[in-house]
């Protein structure tokens, strides 16, 4: 029988230690959170992100900026909020509008304030082992596997997806977690093969239920990041859970899994942004 990983249940307990944090250190933080324009599923993930600073009792800022926003303009803004010392992290909400570089957007922001972990000094320090923010949903995953007792060391780690803020940072913290990790892409071959190598298996590959049994070993773990709406309405990852769980030992599921994760993670990087000033 395997075993469900609940990230919704260890996200809580996540965000609990923290509110008991702020708390007792009396820790006062400030989230700066900036959309662009009003795309609705962007504006759930800003709602849900403010809900959470407040639950665990730091402040977030909002700004709602419309579409035709200018570059310039994001980027004056950012360039206050670096230089505001009431505000601890600085998070714009991707995807921003086409006419906008991303790029250039991520780059601005001060690697001190960071809290989304995409700026390159921060996933440098990532790379190097050094101390910094790291992307929050992998981060998201390290520590679904702690709290599950899953051990990385030693293990066959494949990673299926090599995205800036998923795939790539997820190799690099198995790796430093002394898991023996292997990255898949669009152009791997024998994708399958390869997946049934591994004792922990993290599909990071956009794909509707696109992994099914037959790309994994009896027993491994399997860690679903993606995420989808179906037809009916209903959400699915990237695993054909119903076809995979059995043949599993543990299980992430989707919604519930690595999802709400995602946003824990981003409370404990506001909290150690306002820690480290
Ligand atoms: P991207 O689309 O940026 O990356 C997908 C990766 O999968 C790419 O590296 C691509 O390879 C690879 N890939 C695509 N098709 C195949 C294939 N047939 N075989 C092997 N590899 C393939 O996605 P993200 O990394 O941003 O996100 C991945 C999933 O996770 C999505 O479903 C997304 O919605 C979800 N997600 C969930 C989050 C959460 O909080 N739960 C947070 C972030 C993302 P190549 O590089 O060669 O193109």
């Given at each position: ?7 919704k249940?260890?996200?809580?307990t ?88 991303d ?60 995205s ?95 999802g ?18």
């Amino acid at each position: 029988m395997y075993k469900l990983i609940d990230g919704k249940l260890i996200s809580t307990t996540i965000k609990d230690e923290l509110k008991q944090e702020v708390a007792d250190k009396n820790i006062k933080a400030t989230l700066a959170v900036i959309q662009v324009g009003n795309d609705p599923a962007s504006s759930v993930y800003v709602g849900n992100k403010k809900k959470a600073c407040e639950y665990i009792g730091i402040g977030s800022k909002s700004f709602e900026l419309p579409e035709e926003t200018t570059e310039e303009e994001l980027l004056k803004l950012i360039d206050e909020l670096n230089a505001d010392d009431s505000i601890n992290g600085i998070l714009v909400q991707l995807p921003v509008p086409k006419h906008i570089d991303d790029e250039k957007i991520i780059n601005r922001i001060s690697p001190l304030k960071d809290v989304d972990g995409f700026h390159p000094e921060s996933v440098g320090n990532l790379c190097i082992g050094q101390e910094g923010f790291v992307s929050c949903t992998p981060a998201g995953i390290i520590e679904l596997l702690k709290r599950s007792d899953v051990s990385i060391e030693g293990k066959e780690c494949v990673v299926i997806g090599r995205s800036n803020i998923v795939g790539k940072p997820m190799a690099l913290l198995l790796l430093a977690n002394n898991g023996t990790v292997t990255v898949c892409h669009s152009r791997t071959k024998d994708l399958k093969k390869v997946c049934k190598r591994a004792d922990i298996l993290v599909a990071a590959v956009g794909k509707p239920k696109m992994i099914t049994a037959e790309y994994v070993k009896e027993g491994a773990v399997v860690i679903d990041v993606g995420i989808h709406r179906m037809d009916n309405g209903k959400l699915c990852g990237d695993v054909d859970f119903d076809d995979v769980a059995p043949h599993t030992s543990a299980i992430t599921p989707v919604p519930g899994g690595v999802g709400p994760m995602t946003i824990a993670m981003l409370m404990v990087n506001c909290v150690k942004a306002a820690k480290r000033r």
